[in-house]
């Protein structure tokens, strides 16, 4: 049986996208034969992106549960920088849809959501159900911090992965590191190796730093 | 090209409103999250992964033909001749077997569109609750509404301006039509949806 390898692949890079335009970099984390896992965490450093955009969403950095391995079926948790005023804000926030197409979006509101924080943010099934907390640490010493629970998603389990995404001219050079899936009894495990498989940011791409840890630089690559 | 394929796509953003959810299974952690809104955009922006229709998986491996695939799951697939061949035939590289299954991508005169069977893991209650729970305020996107395939079958129609499809379960396989709305219709949709779940 003749069986290939099929990475998404983007086509040839283009002019600086508006700033309605969205991209991303998505690279997914490998479990070691596992199957399907049941959770996902990243660390993401909260940095403060320039760009030329003066209002919307600039950037999201996520740990992104891919449900089922469909790749426009998504559960996410993470971090935003948002255009405030004359300066730039940061929250974070949990998001989940299909088909592309977004069920429920929840940003919150977090003091400690600032540029130079190390920050972890988890997506985690509820074992025997579809539904899914998305979670947040800040690393200050409280502890983790619920963003929301999804319910009635109908999934259970997904390919865990990172997203970087921006709007418009937006930097998106980040770090994605620790990255850890939770198995069936609810173990914590690292990453045996990470892969691109999607990639359609103009002007950047993601490079495997050690086999937990990718991470989003200038380039042209594409998976 | 990804730019302008991508400005197809934009539509308006609403201002979020949170409201926390607490439910089971969170151990010590804090539970008093707390209530915010933030004004996010005033600008159309989409929100979730940019739609693409070549590659159905994100954990895709193709195989040469759906009894490459088949050989790999625990159901029969399905591809009605009406539809044509498909571009690409994938199954996922990350599933047990129990959880494998298959994808299939067109781009013919129906349009360019995706085709997903996998072993169901929801129920039909859950699958129609997916259209009563969209609520715009709560960033949901487009129109999640429960139709009837030919057949019978109640069936979860999403459309919005990043996909149009369907969505339905039979005998314990879930299936998901779903395509670019520059190219699929809802009608078209439908129509590719009563010609699987003729034969499934």
Redesign the interface.
């Known amino acids: 049986?003749?069986?290939?390898?099929?990475?998404?692949s983007?086509?040839?890079?283009?002019?600086t996208?508006?700033?309605?335009?969205?991209?991303?970099v998505?690279w997914?984390l490998f479990?070691g034969g596992y199957?399907?896992?049941y959770g996902d965490r990243n660390e993401i450093p909260i940095t403060d992106h320039s760009t030329s955009?003066t209002?919307?969403?600039d950037v999201s950095q996520t740990a992104h549960m891919?449900l089922?391995?469909?790749?426009?079926n998504?559960v996410e948790s993470g971090w935003?920088q948002?255009n405030?005023g004359i300066t730039h804000?940061f929250?974070w926030f949990g998001?989940w849809?299909?088909?592309?197409?977004?069920?429920?979006?929840?940003?919150?509101?977090?003091a400690c959501a600032n540029p130079g924080t190390l920050t972890r943010y988890e997506v985690?099934n509820?074992?025997g159900t579809?539904?899914w907390?998305v979670?947040g640490d800040c690393e200050d010493g409280?502890?983790?911090?619920?963003?929301?629970?999804?319910?009635?998603t109908?999934?259970?389990?997904g390919?865990a992965?990172g997203?970087g995404s921006r709007?418009g001219d937006a930097t998106l050079l980040q770090n994605h590191q620790n990255l850890q899936w939770q198995d069936a009894t609810t173990a914590w495990n690292y990453a045996t190796d990470v892969a691109c498989?999607?990639d359609?940011a103009?002007g950047w791409m993601g490079q495997k730093d050690s086999p937990s840890h990718f991470e989003i630089v200038a380039g042209s690559a594409s998976c | 090209m990804k730019n302008l394929k991508n400005l197809k796509r934009q539509f308006a953003f609403a201002t979020a409103v949170v409201l926390v959810a607490v439910g089971a299974g969170f151990g010590a952690r804090e539970l008093a999250t707390t209530t915010a809104a933030t004004a996010a955009a005033d600008i159309p922006q989409t929100r979730g992964p940019n739609a693409e229709f070549d590659h159905p998986f994100a954990d895709g491996t193709a195989v040469a033909d759906l009894n490459a695939a088949a050989a790999r799951l625990s159901f029969k697939p399905v591809l009605p001749a009406s539809v044509g061949t498909p571009l690409q035939i994938q199954v996922h590289a990350d599933a047990t077997p129990a959880q494998q299954g298959v994808g299939l991508s067109f781009n013919s005169k129906l349009g360019h569109f995706i085709v997903t069977e996998n072993p169901a893991t929801m129920s039909q209650d859950e699958l129609e609750g997916l259209a009563t729970s969209c609520d715009p305020m709560h960033g949901c996107e487009g129109s999640w509404t429960v139709v009837t395939l030919a057949d019978g079958t109640r069936a979860l129609a999403i459309d919005s301006s990043k996909s149009v499809g369907v969505m339905w379960l039979h005998n314990g396989v879930q299936y998901d039509v779903y395509g670019d709305p520059t190219t699929f219709s809802p009608t078209v949709a439908e129509t590719v949806a009563n010609a699987f779940a003729a034969i499934s």
């Open positions: 049986m003749a069986i290939v390898v099929g990475l998404m983007a086509p040839a890079r283009a002019t996208p508006s700033c309605s335009t969205e991209q991303g998505f997914k479990a199957g399907f896992v955009c209002s919307g969403t891919v089922n391995g469909v790749y426009g998504w935003q948002y405030c804000c929250q998001e849809g299909l088909n592309f197409t977004t069920h429920s979006y929840d940003p919150k509101a977090k985690i509820v074992p579809n539904n907390n979670w409280a502890g983790w911090s619920l963003i929301v629970q999804y319910t009635g109908g999934y259970q389990w390919t992965a997203e709007y498989f999607h359609d103009d």
